[in-house]
């Protein structure tokens, strides 16, 4: 079957660097994203891996390995307002998208 | 500016009564989707439509049921809700090919079956 793992939770302390990992088994892979929810709000797009690699945004990077499985989300300088949870996702070679349970991250001040 | 609505954002229904979800984009994309989200779960997709009068089943379809007429609208509807179906409703949408593009989410719909 086709598989997302992510760590359920995870703290850290404002001003601080986190990195959320995600696994994934499934059929034929088109790409990973990854997304962020605020409680109670809808899920919005923070990036999108299909080559090996480190993709810079900002505060936020995210890291492919196809060969492994593996993908990360590294946030830096973590602020209040990234308490969130970041959901993984992986197209498979359908071009459906399958997604992980999401990390819910709270940061400390 | 572009959006993505849902209606009602909550609901409250006893079982065996019909729900209609709606949603409506002004993307104008062709990709429109529906997933639903619980405690413990990635989002799971129920329906999704690539265009007009194109719908197709995804991994939870059964009991629900969506309808394309046009882009910017793509209903979901419960024919007989059961508790099973008390859940947090996303509707998306996306531009591109299948799911290659990034999706755009709607607020979302929390509804409960008693």
């Known amino acids: 079957g086709q598989n997302i793992d992510q760590p359920t939770e995870m703290t850290a302390t404002e001003g601080a660097i986190v990195q959320i990992n995600c696994t994934y088994q499934?059929?034929?892979?088109?790409?990973l994203f990854w997304y962020q929810q605020h409680a109670g709000e809808a899920p919005t797009f923070l990036s999108y891996?299909?080559l090996d690699g480190l993709e810079e945004k900002g505060r936020f990077s995210s890291f492919l390995s196809r060969s492994k499985g593996y993908s990360y989300l590294l946030l830096k300088e973590l602020q209040m307002k990234d308490s969130a949870s970041y959901l993984c996702?992986?197209?498979?070679?359908?071009?459906?998208?399958?997604w992980g349970a999401g990390t819910k991250l709270i940061i400390k001040p | 500016d572009a959006e993505i609505t849902q209606s009602p954002r909550h609901k409250i229904t006893e079982t065996g009564r019909q729900v209609t979800l709606a949603c409506h984009q002004t993307?104008?994309?062709?990709?429109m989707f529906w997933y639903r989200q619980d405690l413990g779960h990635g989002l799971r997709l129920i329906h999704y439509?690539?265009?007009?009068?194109?719908?197709n089943k995804g991994e939870v379809s059964d009991g629900y049921s969506v309808s394309r007429s046009n882009t910017e609208d793509l209903p979901l509807t419960l024919e007989s809700a059961a508790s099973s179906q008390t859940s947090v409703y996303f509707c998306?949408?996306?531009?591109?090919?299948?799911?290659?593009?990034?999706?755009?989410f709607g607020e979302g719909s929390r509804l409960t079956v008693l």
């Open positions: 998306a949408s996306s531009e591109g090919t299948g799911d290659t593009g990034e999706l755009f």
């Open positions: 993307w104008n994309h062709n990709n």
């Open positions: 439509s690539y265009g007009v009068q194109d719908t």
């Open positions: 499934t059929s034929g892979f088109n790409g």
């Open positions: 891996n299909v």
């Open positions: 996702a992986v197209l498979d070679s359908n071009y459906q998208l399958i």
